[in-house]
């Protein structure tokens, strides 16, 4: 087995879904106001320590990681689902540096300990949030 004990990645939190545009519809309301939903929150990215690991083997030829983008939201005030975190699991005593700014992240001494490298995205707004008394 190699050892590896530096790596480059890149890493893309998921986009928040977008909201929903619609109107209500029912048989004898002639006019029904808006009903969209909110889109969904966009997935982060975690990296955590596991005391099992104790090489970066994993991620010398996956390199570009992506969580889940949340889902768009529906009508009938339905909001769409969040997407998936996606959790990338490093050995003890990993430091993550951000390659741009040089800047440490974070260091993971201890197993089990989980740092959040990029956020979600926001989700969108439906039209029901933009709805006025008149």
């Not at 975690?46 to 949340?70: C, H, K, P, S, W």
């Not at 005030?77 to 440490?104: N, Y």
């Not at 490298?117 to 039209?127: M, Q, T």
Request: proline share 1%.
């Amino acid at each position: 087995m190699k050892f590896v004990d530096e790596v480059s990645i890149v890493v893309k939190a998921g986009d928040g879904g977008n909201g929903c545009m619609s109107f209500r519809r029912e048989k004898f309301i002639e006019f029904g106001g808006p009903n969209g939903g909110d889109g969904g929150d966009g997935g982060s990215i975690y990296m955590e320590a596991d005391i099992n690991l104790n090489t970066l083997v994993d991620y010398r030829y996956t390199r570009r990681f992506n969580a889940q983008r949340g889902e768009n939201g529906r009508g009938a005030d339905c909001t769409g689902a969040g997407g998936e975190d996606t959790i990338l699991k490093v050995p003890v005593g990993t430091t993550i540096i951000d390659a741009d700014t040089q800047e440490v992240i974070g260091d993971l001494t201890e197993d089990g300990q989980r740092i959040r490298v990029v956020e979600g995205g926001w989700h969108g707004l439906g039209n029901t949030r933009f709805k006025s008394s008149t």
